[in-house]
């Protein structure tokens, strides 16, 4: 995109109504896990979203078919909801990317390749991405740079099967250890050259070790999608815990300008977890979000 691109996407973002600009996303884990995700398109829409997020997994297994994909993306569109994203986090778990086998990053690879023809054929444009993991608590496992480095190169291979899907590859700033700095995420996104290698960006994850206000306007046009989530900090340290939204420590006004002023056009999802003994849980999130997207 270039510097007038750019000035022209910011320039009629900050004309157009906040309902233009952004659209309701939420992530499936607000449903049981055993609930079909047809009912889940349902539900979804029921709730004032416009859009669902899908983790790839025991409803929607890696190897699904193109025809079941099909099916399930007419549901969707039948329920007037799109499918905001899929979730690669579980194979990639199993495969990282910064493994130091070469056989375990090749499945990893062959994984994020299956997952971009299973985006394409459920009509869905981004793929969330966790590559790697440093290490797991106070386990160190693998280095910063080599994580880096191998991460970089295994997903170079597949840039070009994102290009030609149209499928957008976004990992996303997680409990991870690994691009923990704006500045890291925005090279490492720029380093593919790619309009087709974003950033996820999740706003409550970012509060442990940094603003997501800022986040924004540094990552800027490279953020293809946005999780909401509030996160209350403690007293002590850095230390604190996942909220509901409103209730946290989250600045939900400078957050919206950030996401205006670099004309972030698209779906805000939360990610919240199910909650069986609140069944209107889903419809106070949808309400808090509509008061989070009138601050822009």
């Given at each position: ?159 070009p099967d994102a290009e030609k ?18 500045l890291e995420m925005r090279a ?109």
């Open positions: 995109m270039t510097r007038r691109e750019f000035m022209g996407v910011s320039a009629s973002a900050l004309a157009a109504p906040a309902s233009a600009r952004f659209r309701k996303g939420i992530c499936a884990t607000i449903f049981p896990k055993t609930m079909p995700l047809e009912e889940q398109f349902r539900q979804t829409r029921a709730a004032g979203f416009e859009g669902l997020e899908i983790p790839i997994g025991d409803l929607l297994p890696l190897d699904t078919g193109r025809e079941q994909a099909q099916r399930l993306a007419d549901a969707a569109q039948k329920a007037g909801v799109e499918i905001v994203s899929l979730w690669v986090s579980a194979p990639l778990s199993a495969n990282p990317l910064n493994h130091p086998d070469p056989e375990v990053r090749a499945r990893g690879v062959e994984a994020l390749r299956k997952a971009i023809t299973l985006a394409s054929w459920m009509n869905c444009g981004v793929l969330l991405i966790v590559p790697g993991r440093l290490g797991t608590g106070p386990k160190f496992q693998y280095g910063y740079q080599e994580t880096w480095d191998r991460v970089s190169a295994e997903m170079k291979k597949v840039v899907a149209r499928v957008c590859l976004a990992p996303e700033n997680v409990w991870n250890k690994f691009l923990v700095s704006p490492f996104v720029d380093q593919f050259r790619s309009p087709w290698v974003g950033a996820y960006f999740d706003i409550g994850n970012i509060l442990q070790y940094g603003y997501p206000q800022d986040w924004i306007l540094t990552l800027g046009a490279r953020i293809k999608r946005v999780h909401a989530k509030d996160y209350k900090l403690s007293t002590r340290a850095e230390q604190g815990r996942f909220v509901d939204l409103l209730e946290g420590d989250v600045d939900w006004k400078d957050v919206m300008a950030a996401l205006v002023k670099v004309g972030y056009r698209g779906f805000i999802s939360p990610e919240y977890s199910y909650r069986p003994d609140d069944p209107d849980y889903i419809r106070r999130i949808s309400a808090a979000l509509d008061k989070i997207l009138a601050m822009a």
